[in-house]
C-alpha cells in the first residue's frame, strides 16, 4: 500500500466574532490531534460582526477534507475555503527578529537584511531588531542566515492569506 503524501494547506475560516468562536475551532484540532503550524484571527467585517480565522495546517489529502468537513459542521462558521487548492491566493508573515552582534558580524547583519529588504525597527550599540515581511520561507531563510550572527530572539505573526481577483471567498 502506498502512503499518502504530507501537505501543507492554508485554510481560512470566515465566522461569527463572538467569545469562544476560536476556542471551538482550536478544540477541533487538538481533539483529533491535528495540527496547527499558523494561526491568526481577526475580525474583518465589522457590520456583519465576521472575523476571518486563518490556519495552516500539514496532513494527508484526506486528513485535510477531514479538517474541512470538520469545521463546516461547526457553528457558527459561515465558509470554509482551502487557499491552496480553491484559489490563487497571496500569502504574507510578519516577522520581528533581535539580532546582537559587533563589528563585522553586526555589518554582515545589517547586509544580510538590505538583501532581504528587512527593516531595522530598533537599533542600540549592541543589537538591533529587524522587520520583515514575505512568505513563510523568505522569514525561515533570513532567520537562518541570522543565526550564526548573533540571533536572540523571534517574534512572528503567523500567516494571514488572501484570494487573488475581484471575487471575495
Do not use: C, W
Not at 501543507?8 to 476560536?22: K, Q
Amino acid at each position: 500500500m502506498q502512503q499518502q503524501q504530507i501537505e501543507r494547506h492554508t485554510i481560512s475560516v470566515m465566522v461569527d466574532n463572538e467569545a469562544g468562536v476560536l476556542a471551538r475551532v482550536i478544540g477541533l484540532f487538538s481533539g483529533r490531534g491535528y495540527n496547527i503550524e499558523s494561526l491568526t484571527v481577526a475580525e474583518v467585517d465589522a457590520q456583519r460582526h465576521f472575523s476571518r480565522i486563518t490556519i495552516v495546517t500539514s496532513g494527508t489529502p484526506m486528513i485535510i477534507e477531514q479538517i474541512k468537513n470538520q469545521l463546516r459542521r461547526l457553528v457558527p462558521v459561515h465558509r470554509v475555503t482551502d487557499l491552496t487548492i480553491e484559489a490563487p491566493s497571496l500569502e504574507r508573515e510578519l516577522v520581528l527578529v533581535k539580532v546582537k552582534g559587533a563589528g563585522e558580524k553586526r555589518v554582515e547583519s545589517l547586509r544580510i537584511a538590505d538583501i532581504f529588504r528587512a527593516r531595522v525597527v530598533d537599533s542600540t550599540i549592541e543589537s538591533f531588531v529587524f522587520e520583515m515581511t514575505g512568505s513563510t520561507e523568505k522569514l525561515n531563510a533570513f532567520i537562518n542566515l541570522m543565526q550564526p550572527l548573533g540571533l536572540i530572539e523571534v517574534s512572528r505573526t503567523g500567516v494571514v492569506a488572501i484570494s487573488r481577483g475581484p471575487e471575495a471567498i
